[in-house]
Structures are given as structure tokens and as C-alpha cells.
């Protein structure tokens, strides 16, 4: 029995929809999106395998870009709201400015290093299943 590209999405989709389940996150749907588009395009066979990984590389940046602006973004607005409770602290006492800023550098650190772990799963995850499926097509 030869197995399909659509066997094998939804394979993808049954096993990423539970792991999203658990995790309780959006990245399983973002897995699930470029795996759909993916397999569309390779069951169509409109086009080569090399356009479709052409198409992945490409919503893989988009995925990034987006998560990179975001994080920016919230960055940007913890410095700022920082910025007036620090002039505030000064004010007060300036040893409890300097723990204010040292928590805060802290914790966007620590903001940034769950931002990038989570978009390497991200990322992991749609390289496994495109390579299932490219494995799938190529079997086929």
C-alpha cells in the first residue's frame, strides 16, 4: 500500500494538532498552515519540488520577520514604560534606579531567549514535516 501526500498531512496534522493540544501554543497551527500549502502545491504538481522549498524558505522568513517585529516591538515598550519609572526612582533614591534597570535587562534577556527557542521549534518542526513529505513525494 503506497502511502499519499495526504495520508502523510494528515499524519502531520493529527500528530501536530495534539502536541499543540499540550503546549497550548500557535505554533503548531503555523506548522500545520505551511504543511497544508506544502502538500497542496506538491499534490498539484504545478510546479517543482525546488519551488516548493523555495515557498517554505520564503513563509519560514515571513514567520520570523513577524516574530522578530513582535519582539521588538514589546521591547521597545518595556525600555520605555522602564525609562519613566526609572526617572521616578531617581528621583527617590538612585541604588533603586539601578536595580530597576538591572531586573529589566534581566528579564528582556530572558524575553528574547524564549522568543528565539520558540521560533527554532518553530522552524524544526516545519523542516521535519517538509522533509516527510518530500520523502513522501519523492517514494511516490
Known amino acids: ?3 499519499t501526500n495526504f495520508e ?3 499524519f502531520a496534522i493529527r500528530v501536530d494538532i495534539s502536541w499543540s493540544r499540550k503546549s497550548k501554543d500557535v505554533e503548531g497551527l503555523v506548522v500545520v498552515v505551511v ?3 506544502v502538500v ?3 499534490e498539484v504538481s504545478v510546479v517543482e519540488e525546488v519551488v516548493v522549498a523555495v515557498v517554505v524558505a520564503v513563509v519560514v522568513a515571513v514567520i520570523l520577520v513577524v516574530v522578530v ?5 514589546v521591547i521597545a515598550v518595556l525600555v520605555l514604560s522602564v525609562e519613566v519609572v526609572v526617572v521616578v526612582i531617581v528621583s527617590i533614591d538612585e541604588a533603586a534606579a539601578a536595580a530597576v534597570v538591572v531586573v529589566v535587562v534581566v528579564v528582556v534577556v530572558v524575553v528574547v531567549v524564549v522568543v528565539v527557542v520558540r521560533v527554532v521549534v518553530v522552524l524544526v518542526s516545519i523542516n521535519a514535516v517538509v522533509v516527510v513529505v518530500v520523502v513522501v513525494v519523492v517514494v511516490k
Open 35 to 37: 504543511v497544508v500549502v
Open 40 to 42: 497542496v502545491v506538491v
Open 69 to 73: 517585529v513582535v519582539v521588538v516591538v
Open 1 to 3: 500500500m503506497q502511502t
Open 8 to 10: 502523510a498531512l494528515a
